[in-house]
């Protein structure tokens, strides 16, 4: 459960967590995007047990490298890599969709407990807590029709819940290549519960 991967753009790396999803970080080249990681521990372990799991990793083992682009740079895991074309059995299916729905669960949470300005910065920059969470959640609606899921433009939160009801639903399944949807599920898990988890730890630390 320490597999790792290296997405490796022109000046960034990303470590990315193949078996926990969201646990991935970036930085200036490959030792310290793994050390970085690894500094994130604690935090992800917050999510990793709301989720009803056990996180207490060892060092990183990579077993992949795969070239990124200037979206890496920017700051977005935007490669498919190879190993995301594995089987996803049924337990792990469900085991990784619970550590989405425990990062929605926490990210309502911080966003609730937090400031609608927060501190301005290198981390975020202007944008502010009800601007993040709408950004949050129409980006969740753009990756959900790469998995085949497609709903309107939310109206309310019920329409939003409902997205995300059919969404774990359908990563909740085992899955066997070869892939028919823009992403394969172990990505679009990951990629997700990234996007969430990063702006968790973005509002707690601008806040």
Known sequence: MTRVYLEIGPKKVFACSLDWPGWCRIDKGEEAALDRLMDYVPRYRVIAERAGLAFDPGEPEVVARVQGAGTTDFGVPYQVPGLDLEPLPGPEA??????????????????????????????????????????????????????????????????????????IEVLSRPWEPPATTAWPPRYALRRIAWHVIDHIWEIEDRR
């Open 94 to 167: 469900e085991r990784q969709a619970a550590v989405v729905r425990a990062a929605w669960e926490s990210f309502g949470e911080t966003a609730a407990l937090s400031p609608e300005e927060l501190r301005k910065g290198p981390r975020g920059g202007g944008r502010d807590r009800s601007k993040i969470v709408a950004h949050v959640t129409e980006a969740e609606r753009s990756y959900a029709r790469n998995i085949g899921v497609r709903h309107k433009p939310f109206r309310s939160v019920a329409d939003r819940d409902a997205m995300r009801a059919e969404l």
